[in-house]
Structure formats: structure tokens, C-alpha cells
């Protein structure tokens, strides 16, 4: 029997779907066994996955690593590895830039298993006691965040996510040199911003995640809306919680939907597995459509393929999650995924967390951020 072993973030959207998916590829592959373990959300971001690949045949992985993959040849190219209808299936149904996601230097390194991007959350109850709507517009929102009912995730890899979020929405994507991250007048508008919402902001938030936001508001009655942190079907789901939270699209920024940053992952393949096939097998089930349709979101999984996010069925169980979020998956910013890139978002983040909470000069931070920036851009060269 060939023993297989998957390692995944710990929440029930990261692990619960692919024990499933895992346990009913067992039934109909016998002579295959798969177990998963899990990391933190943390960690899932932060670890290495040249590391885990030594150690797992299968890696949940987060989509900026996949330059530092193939650059270290830990994970497979599983384009070289599938069928060429089924590789078509996958980027015909790609969710935003999903699929894309994955690619580099023309190679599908993970299949697209789950599909995210930052979405606005509501607690409608406490907006219908107070009289409130959902808002509609930047304006809106901060007119709630005066009254205190406004969260969103403040660690540092979430509000480096919500900078690049404000820079695409003043009309400019970050990256688009190699000598800054974005112009000064741009950087500066989103970090002025951001900083005026963010003193609007429980402090407490700085230290949450998007999990714990939204568990912060299901398990209290504090906090009404959070307007953009990566989106969470499960909370949309009628009994996984104390209470009920429904999504939407982001806000309007000058007549149009703010873009935030893609997130999602991807399930790849070791290239030191000593069970490749079985593996591939595996990863090929996972990511097909009928399984992401139904084992895979039924199971709490928030699908990376294009037909479950449209399916009626699914809506219904999810309050219509993907329906109302699809936008903004589609408009979502697509990270820069070179070699070196995870050096510049594990650190970038720290720089624009303490701006947020403690002021300081916007064009100093930009230089600290551009700083980063090069060193990132020299480290995928060694």
C-alpha cells in the first residue's frame, strides 16, 4: 500500500475538504492511503515550502510560492504530469486570475483547490437593530466606523494585502517597476487612507486574523461589518456558527468596486514524493470539477473551480457567498510570485502595520517598503 502524506493550514476550510476528499479516494483506490496534518494560519503562510516538501508528498500551498517552487524544483510541474483536457478544464474554469496564480515559466505548479480574495462581511441582525444598511461606498463605511461597528484583519500580511488593495483602487497597481512599489502619490493617498480608517479600529484588531475577525463577530455582538478581509464561506453557513454572517462585494472608491489582493490555494505536489502517481491520482481528483462541485464544498471547502462557485446549490447553502463575492474575485489583484517575493511580504507588512497604528511620515515608509522591495528583487537571483 502507498502511504501518502498532506500537509494543510488548520481551519475547517483548509483541512475538513481534503479529508474528505482523501477518505472517498481511499474507498475507490484502496491500495492508496492519505493522511493530512495541519499548520497554522500563520505558518501555512510563513513556512518554507521547500522544507514541508521534504517531508509531505502533498502541500496546500499559498500561491506566492510557486516562483520559489519551481525555482528550488520542491514541487512538480503537474501541467507536465495531467492530461491536456483536464489542464484546459482548469483554466477555463479558473476564478479570477486563480489559475494564473499557479503558473510559472509556463508550468502549472498547483491546481487551483480553493479560490479567495478579500470580500466585505456583514452582521445584519446588528444592522437591522441600529437601523443601518450594508454600506455601498467608501464614505459609507467610514460613517460606520465612526460609530464603532467596523473591523478588519490588522496583522501585518493582512494590511500589506489592504495597501496593495488601496493603491489598485486609486487606479494604480503596485509592482508595476522594479524600482518602487508604487509612485509617491499614489502610496502616500493609500496610506493616508487606510490610516484614517484604521484609527477608526478596536486596536485589538491589529492582532486578528481574518478568522479571528470573523470570530470575533459571531461570538460577540460587537462588531457589524468588516469591509474587506479574506472571505470565509463557512461563517455563511446556517448552524457552523453562533450567528450568521453574509457577504458582499467591497465597497465603491470613486464610482467603482474597490480590488483587493488574490488569495486561495493551491495543491501541489513534492518532487521528492517516492509516491508521484498515487499523488498526482490524488491531486487530480481533488481538482476536478465534479469533486469541488459537491465532497470537496460540501465539506466546508471553498471551491478554486468556476462551476461551484456559480452553482445554485451551493449558494443556497452559503447565502449566496459565491454569487455575491464572484466579482470581486474576478477583479482581484494578482501578487508578484518571483523567487524572492516572500522575503518582501513576510517583512513589508510590519512597516505599514506600524504606520497604521502609530502615524509617522508616508513617504519614509514608502522608501522603507522599496528598500525591501530591491533587496527581494536580488535575493530570486541566488
Known amino acids: 500500500m502507498a502511504v501518502l502524506k498532506g500537509i494543510t493550514w488548520n481551519h475547517t476550510r483548509g483541512l475538513l475538504p481534503v479529508v474528505a476528499t482523501a477518505q472517498r479516494f481511499t474507498e475507490l483506490n484502496p491500495e492508496i492511503e492519505i493522511t493530512w496534518e495541519k499548520r497554522s494560519l500563520q505558518e501555512f503562510a510563513d513556512a518554507s515550502i521547500e522544507d514541508l516538501a521534504k517531508r509531505f508528498d502533498l502541500l496546500v500551498i499559498d500561491h506566492p510560492w510557486t516562483g520559489f517552487g519551481a525555482h528550488t524544483n520542491a514541487i512538480l510541474p503537474l501541467s507536465d504530469h495531467l492530461s491536456a483536457d483536464y489542464i484546459k478544464d482548469q483554466e477555463a474554469n479558473t476564478v479570477g486570475h486563480s489559475y494564473g496564480s499557479y503558473v510559472f515559466s509556463n508550468k502549472l505548479w498547483a491546481l487551483p483547490i480553493d479560490a479567495a480574495t478579500p470580500v466585505a462581511a456583514a452582521r445584519l441582525d446588528i444592522l ?7 454600506p455601498e461606498t467608501y464614505d459609507e463605511l467610514l460613517i460606520l466606523a465612526k460609530k464603532g461597528l467596523v473591523a478588519f484583519a490588522g496583522i501585518p500580511v493582512d494590511v500589506l494585502m489592504s495597501f ?3 493603491c489598485c483602487s486609486l487606479n494604480e497597481a503596485p509592482f508595476q517597476s522594479e524600482d518602487k512599489v508604487a509612485s509617491k502619490e499614489t502610496g502616500k493617498k493609500a496610506l493616508q487612507m487606510f490610516r484614517e480608517l484604521a484609527q477608526l479600529i478596536d486596536p485589538a484588531n491589529f492582532n486578528r486574523n481574518p478568522i479571528q475577525v470573523y470570530e470575533a463577530m459571531v461570538n460577540s455582538d460587537e462588531i457589524a461589518y468588516c469591509p474587506f478581509a479574506y472571505g470565509y464561506s463557512n461563517y455563511s453557513r446556517t448552524g457552523y456558527s453562533r450567528k450568521l454572517l453574509h457577504f458582499y462585494d467591497l465597497v465603491k472608491l470613486n464610482n467603482k468596486s474597490m480590488i483587493s489582493s488574490l488569495g486561495g490555494t493551491g495543491l501541489a505536489v513534492s518532487s521528492f514524493s517516492k509516491n508521484i502517481s498515487e499523488a498526482i491520482k490524488y491531486a487530480e481528483f481533488t481538482g ?13 471547502g471553498q471551491p478554486g ?5 456559480k452553482s445554485e446549490r451551493i449558494n443556497q447553502l452559503t447565502h449566496h457567498y459565491f454569487k455575491n463575492t464572484l466579482p470581486a474575485l474576478e477583479r482581484a489583484f494578482l501578487r508578484p510570485r518571483y523567487s524572492g517575493h516572500m522575503y518582501f511580504q513576510d517583512h513589508a507588512g510590519d512597516i505599514v502595520r506600524d504606520y497604521l497604528m502609530n502615524g509617522g511620515n508616508e513617504e519614509q515608509v514608502l522608501e522603507e517598503i522599496d528598500a525591501l522591495y530591491a533587496k527581494s528583487l536580488n535575493l530570486q537571483t541566488t
Do not use: C, P, R, T
Open 164 to 166: 496593495y488593495m488601496f
Open 305 to 309: 473551480h468556476l462551476q461551484a462557485w
Open 288 to 300: 476536478s470539477s465534479h469533486v469541488q462541485q459537491n465532497i470537496f464544498a460540501d465539506n466546508g
Open 128 to 134: 437591522e437593530k441600529q437601523g443601518l444598511k450594508v
